[in-house]
T-cell receptor
Framework: KNQVEQSPQSLIILEGKNCTLQ??????????LRWYKQDTGRGPVSLTI?????NTKSNGRYTATLDADTKQSSLHITASQLSDSASYIC????????????FGSGTRLQVQP | EAQVTQNPRYLITVTGKKLTVTCSQN?????MSWYRQDPGLGLRQIYY???????DKGDVPEGYKVSRKEKRNFPLILESPSPNQTSLYFC?????????????????FGNGTRLTVT
């Protein structure tokens, strides 16, 4: 069964600090992995996509990594800001005819002043 | 502005009273989907549609119905709501293909409908 596990479930950091969120998956055959940011009371918004051939990709202060061999991805946030407080969801797409998506349960990040 | 619009944002109802949550997208996306989000469980897919008149069950379809008569609309119907359907619901859409090309396009989500069934 395809699964996506995220850790930690929740995280509290001080403004200006860095943090790393983890995503492990067992989705096969693998197509791509996306990280979404979900602000409280809003729908998730895509931050970045990682395909099989990509190891690292940056989007401003967000850097995602992918290790397709170990089936792990991480999202690193640099110099955190209060606006980074949100849930971060890892979503893995399988290479099937239906483009099945498997969602992680998310990491809740709280950035404190 | 490209968006997915859900209505209503908040809904309180009683057990057994039929309700419909509407979803509309203005991006000409082929794919539309409904999810429910519960604490600790993340987003779980209820139903999805690959195109007009094509719908399929997701992971948790029991107690829900959908229809896709037009490309832009994908309503979620609860014929006889029960308290275990109290949840936060999201509609989403994405582009799948264009002129033979497959896209790795992101899901575009609405802002959610918080449903309470008493």
């Amino acid at each position: 069964k395809n699964q996506v596990e995220q850790s930690p479930q929740s995280l509290i950091i001080l403004e200006g600090k860095n943090c790393t969120l983890q995503c492990n998956y067992t989705v096969s055959p693998f197509s791509n992995l996306r990280w979404y940011k979900q602000d409280t009371g809003r729908g998730p918004v895509s931050l970045t996509i990682m395909t099989f051939s990509e190891n690292t990709k940056s989007n401003g202060r967000y850097t995602a990594t992918l290790d397709a061999d170990t089936k792990q991805s991480s999202l690193h946030i640099t110099a955190s800001q209060l606006s980074d407080s949100a849930s971060y969801i890892c979503v893995v797409s399988a290479l099937t005819g239906r483009r099945a998506l498997t969602f992680g349960s998310g990491t809740r990040l709280q950035v404190q002043p | 502005e490209a968006q997915v619009t859900q209505n209503p944002r908040y809904l309180i109802t009683v057990t057994g009273k039929k309700l419909t949550v509407t979803c509309s997208q203005n991006m000409n996306h082929e794919y539309m989907s409904w999810y429910r989000q519960d604490p600790g469980l993340g987003l779980r897919q209820i139903y999805y549609s690959m195109n007009v008149e094509v719908t399929d069950k997701g992971d948790v379809p029991e107690g829900y119905k959908v229809s896709r008569k037009e490309k832009r609309n994908f309503p979620l119907i609860l014929e006889s709501p029960s308290p275990n359907q109290t949840s936060l619901y999201f509609c989403a859409s994405r582009k799948i293909r264009d002129i033979g090309m497959e896209y790795n396009s992101p899901l575009h989500f609405g802002n959610g409908t918080r449903l309470t069934v008493t």
